[in-house]
């Protein structure tokens, strides 16, 4: 079987020492060996994250994707308090759904898809309603934006409230400065652009909040915070039994990542987004939003009119390039070009060939077809408006 090119926001290409670490030999995991693999990746996490005081953090690491990372903070931080979801997007809805299960007392401040988050008015909720516990996704991958973590952590201090955030789909290819934006807790996985496979996720956070984990009412056992923290500080260990060889696969990505030097590899992911943006530019695309409020990680394109989005993604996988379809209020509108993982230059380059021939032979035979089909008005091409109205809901 030939080898896709994962032009997606994860899964991902994987370097071949990640492939082959998968395959070393056969170990316990409650023996020596795997708490000295978990306690070198903890070690590495926070490496990654560039925290200055070690000794004020700690790692945990949970065999499950993301969404395991997510709803383990979720329903293991919060306790009967207040907890304030921000949301412009699928992963923001994602998050709401997650805490409304586990937390009687969830908030809901909501953005449309595909703009930022207004932090006056986030403001102006926390003036009128005080909250204990602010959530929001980094880079909301939906649309690509990279929500505001300085200025929501900013307010999250003067509004004494502890702030969570969801760096799925950024960390690795993203700065995301746990001191410097006052973040207690923040979640991603192995497999977007830390460059490993998926099946793993990790929670990071202040080694004061994860201690004080232990006096709140467990709402899960197998994603129960604090007893990953306990078995961490313990034993180096994991409550049940993890996915051993992805803890390898993990060790060996992060140990890629910090030898290229951390800002090296952010800087390398941001030169392939400005090759594609570029390319796909000059080929007349037109992005969703703006390029200044653009995560690293991926693009996402309007898709051309008159092109159906299956056929543009058919049409890719036949030269084995993968792409991603837009969601929710996206879907058929736009499709998303990741750049992280394995991707060489010269990969970006056949991709933007491939590219302009395939729309080139999609759009007229197309355009015979199409011409009665109405643009939806909840979608305005280029004009950033989306489906989700502000509301301010509480449960
Ligand atoms: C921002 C964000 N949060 C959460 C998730 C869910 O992650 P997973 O699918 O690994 O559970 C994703 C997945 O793309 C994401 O992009």
């Known amino acids: 079987m030939k080898q896709s090119l994962l032009f997606t926001p994860g899964p991902v290409n994987v370097a071949a020492n990640v492939r082959l670490a998968i395959s ?17 990746i903890e070690d590495k996490l926070l490496a990654m994250f560039e925290i200055k005081n070690k000794a004020r953090y700690n790692a945990v690491v949970i065999t499950g994707s993301g969404t395991a990372a997510n709803e383990a903070i979720l329903s293991s931080v919060v306790g009967d308090r207040n907890v304030l979801i921000l949301s412009n997007g699928e992963f923001g809805e994602r998050l709401h759904k997650i805490s409304t299960i586990h937390n009687a007392n969830t908030f809901l401040l909501e953005f449309p898809w595909g703009q930022n988050i207004d932090v006056d008015a986030v403001e102006a909720f926390l ?12 880079h909301e991958t939906c649309s690509g934006m990279l929500n505001p973590l300085e200025a929501i952590g900013a307010l999250a201090k003067s509004h004494n409230a502890f702030f969570v ?3 799925v789909s950024s960390a690795g290819a993203e700065t995301v400065d746990m001191e410097g934006c ?30 004080k984990l232990k006096h709140n009412r467990a709402k899960t056992t197998y994603l129960n915070l ?3 923290y306990a078995f961490m500080t313990t034993r ?34 941001k030169k392939r987004a400005l090759l594609l943006r570029r390319g796909m530019a000059k080929q007349g695309l037109k992005f969703l939003i703006d390029q200044k409020d ?16 299956g056929r543009l993604q058919q049409k890719l996988r036949e030269h084995s390039i993968i792409v991603y379809e ?30 302009k021939d395939v729309l080139k032979g999609l759009q007229p035979a197309a355009q015979e077809k199409i011409a009665a089909v109405r643009v939806s008005p909840i979608y305005e091409v280029g004009g950033n408006s989306a489906v989700c109205a502000p509301a301010i809901t509480g449960t």
């Open 226 to 228: 604090a007893t990953f």
């Open 24 to 40: 070393k030999n056969d170990i316990c995991h409650r023996e020596p060996e795997f708490d000295d693999l978990l306690a070198g």
């Open 236 to 269: 180096s260990q994991t409550p049940n039994t993890p996915g051993v060889p992805l803890f390898y696969g993990l060790d060996q990505a992060l140990s890629n990542i910090l030898l290229e030097g951390v800002s090296n590899r952010y800087a390398k992911i």
């Open 127 to 138: 003036n009128a309603q005080p909250m204990d516990v602010i959530v929001m996704v980094h």
């Open 294 to 309: 653009m995560c690293s990680v991926l693009t996402t394109v309007i898709v051309p009119p008159n092109v159906d989005v």
């Open 182 to 211: 006052n973040i207690a807790f923040c979640s991603s996985s192995s497999s977007k652009a830390i460059g490993s496979h998926a099946g793993l996720s990790f929670v990071i956070g202040e080694t004061a909040e994860f201690e």
């Open 326 to 355: 837009g969601k929710g209020c996206f879907k058929n509108k736009v499709f998303q070009v990741g750049n992280i993982g394995e991707l060489s230059n010269k990969d970006i380059r056949f991709f933007l060939a491939t590219l």
């Open 165 to 167: 955030v969801d760096c």
